[in-house]
T-cell receptor, first 111, second 115 residues
Framework: QKEVEQNSGPLSVPEGAIASLNCTYS??????FFWYRQYSGKSPELIMF????GDKEDGRFTAQLNKASQYVSLLIRDSQPSDSATYLC???????????FGSGTRLSIRP | DAGITQSPRHKVTETGTPVTLRCHQT?????MYWYRQDPGHGLRLIHY???????DKGEVSDGYSVSRSKTEDFLLTLESATSSQTSVYFC??????????????FGDGTRLSIL
């Protein structure tokens, strides 16, 4: 079992709709959780982080964390074509010694 | 943007040759990381450094070595490059390790092809 799992996609969402991206992790002791966006041919860019159960909102983005179920999700409201990218979920392990990345979900926003 | 510069940005070389990639930062951050990114595998940690001359292995360290003689520079060396090391290599930095408000910031990457 991979430590951090994401559906590779592609996830196709119409413009203006809500895009929902999910991530599960295997280590119950994991601490902080991050979402990175990566455009094709570019480097990952941090867009959200969360470490407490519940929701965290930043503009059109909402990160949701459920430690009991070991999943973290990212919601993108009012999706725009510029949101088309690969989204990487990342988790800091219980020892806080390293950050583990999922393989990413490719999101495509169709006009 | 975080002050991270990777060089070279692109390199093509032959199997068996040594290759060194450089990561330079202007942020004075303590932690520096080397990742490789391949389709279907996401980002995988090769080596990381927690200070000058202090380094440790990641999950895919075989065939790679690193050095950090100055805070600002972290070098990744492929002693004898193989075709399986063809990949995109990213350097990342962070002020603290494992801190929720101190995530890693990435350089622009080096695309390395081993023929």
């Amino acid at each position: 079992q991979k430590e951090v799992e994401q559906n590779s996609g592609p996830l196709s969402v119409p413009e203006g709709a809500i895009a929902s991206l999910n991530c599960t992790y295997s280590d119950r002791g994991s601490q902080s959780f991050f979402w990175y966006r990566q455009y094709s041919g570019k480097s990952p860019e941090l867009i959200m982080f969360i470490y407490s159960n519940g929701d965290k909102e930043d503009g059109r983005f909402t990160a949701q964390l459920n430690k009991a179920s070991q999943y973290v999700s990212l919601l993108i409201r009012d999706s725009q074509p510029s949101d088309s990218a690969t989204y990487l979920c990342a988790v800091i392990d219980r020892s806080a010694s390293k950050i583990i990345f999922g393989s990413g979900t490719r999101l495509s926003i169709r006009p | 943007d975080a002050g991270i510069t990777q060089s070279p940005r692109h390199k093509v070389t032959e199997t068996g040759t040594p290759v060194t990639l450089r990561c330079h930062q202007t942020e004075n951050h303590r932690y520096m990381y080397w990742y490789r990114q391949d389709p279907g595998h996401g980002l995988r940690l090769i080596h990381y450094s927690y200070g000058v001359k202090d380094t440790d292995k990641g999950e895919v360290s075989d065939g790679y070595s690193v050095s950090r003689s100055k805070t600002e520079d972290f070098l990744l060396t492929l002693e004898s490059a193989t075709s399986s090391q063809t990949s995109v290599y990213f350097c990342a930095i962070s002020a603290q390790q494992g801190a929720s408000n101190q995530p890693q910031h990435f350089g622009d990457g080096t695309r390395l092809s081993i023929l």
